[in-house]
């Protein structure tokens, strides 16, 4: 069921995106053209261009999410402190991104142990409507919001109680450093880069 929601809002994405696009936008004939129609009257027409840009979109949320998930997958937090200190970022701020990187599984997993006390206490997800599936998921969005709150205040309690502030200077039990095979692989990023430049604004191609 889950799955059949999700396939739903992802055609719901690609078919609003070709209906918001007029054919005026794109400098291509080809995209140009009008797939059909939503309204009678030839009025409201799903162009091409605005379809494949629909679907532009959801292969860059699919890519922004597997990216994310491998990165937190195979990087530890204090690769990620350490990094963020190699680049001058102030110790509060990568203390804040490497803390809220850290507690993302953490909130899922409350989510999920939400989601299944409410639907033992019977509430229901599955209100028709446009306000009813917003409605559904106030019982969940209210305790998350306390759940956040408290392990936030907890998490702040611990932290002074370790002493955290009482020095400005970082120390850390393994130092990180580059090897070979990473200046490669930055190497190859910074190419990709390039190549991709040149292909959009050079040969100009890519433009619906």
């Excluded at 206490?121 to 408290?150: A, E, H, Q, W």
Aim: with cysteine; aromatic share 12%.
């Amino acid at each position: 069921m889950v799955c059949y929601k999700e396939v739903i809002s992802l055609i719901s994405i690609i078919l609003i995106t070709g209906f918001s696009f007029a054919p005026e936008r794109f400098a291509r004939v080809s995209s140009q053209t009008i797939l059909f129609y939503a309204l009678p009257g030839e009025r409201l027409g799903e162009t091409v261009g605005g379809f494949l840009m629909g679907t532009t979109f959801i292969f860059r949320l699919f890519s922004m999410m597997i990216v994310s998930s491998v990165l937190t997958l195979t990087t530890s937090m204090d690769d990620f402190t350490q990094f963020f200190h190699k680049l001058k970022v102030p110790l509060e701020v990568s203390m804040m991104l490497t803390t809220a990187i850290r507690f993302i599984p953490t909130l899922d997993r409350k989510r999920r142990f939400i989601l299944e006390a409410q639907k033992a206490r019977g509430t229901r997800f599955n209100d028709k409507g446009i306000v009813g599936p917003i409605r559904s998921y106030f019982p969940i969005m209210i305790p998350m919001f306390i759940n956040s709150i408290l392990m936030a205040n907890s998490l702040s309690m611990a932290m002074l109680n370790r002493g955290y502030g009482l020095t400005r200077t970082c120390t850390v039990l393994r130092e990180i450093s580059f090897a070979p095979r990473d200046y490669w692989v930055f190497s190859l990023i910074v190419l990709l880069l390039t190549l991709a430049v040149f292909i959009r604004f050079s040969l100009h191609l890519g433009v619906l």
